[in-house]
């Protein structure tokens, strides 16, 4: 079965960059540009199962999404991946009393990235 992940960043070159390094490995990567459109895609797709969420981001930062997807139904369980230039331990913390499952300082080692998104889904 097709693993669906979303990965939520303002970012058009990370988002690219964590696209081709996951569609390599046989997932299928959709995007969002912040947490709102991130919550939107949501809404219309309960078939995901993992997220990559960026924290400082317009609209709605990742650790307010990661809250709020926490509250959907269907949802509560869902591994979420925090991937940011964000590094303070407060910051991370933060993250994980949100229901963050993980935290990932940009730049990334590609394959520790896969290792730890493999995990998590499920995929030995």
Known sequence: MEKNILCVDDSPSIRQIVKVCLEGEGF???????????????????????????VNMPNMDGITFVKELRKIEGFGDTPVII???????????????????????????????IKVITRLVGIN
């Open 28 to 54: 299928n990567v959709l995007e969002a540009v912040d947490g709102l459109d991130a919550l939107d895609k949501v809404k219309g797709n309960s078939n995901i199962n993992l997220f990559v969420v960026d």
């Open 83 to 113: 991937l940011t230039t964000e590094s303070l331990a407060s910051k991370k913390v933060e993250g994980k009393e949100a229901g963050a499952n993980g935290w990932i300082v940009k730049p990334f080692d590609p394959p520790q990235f």
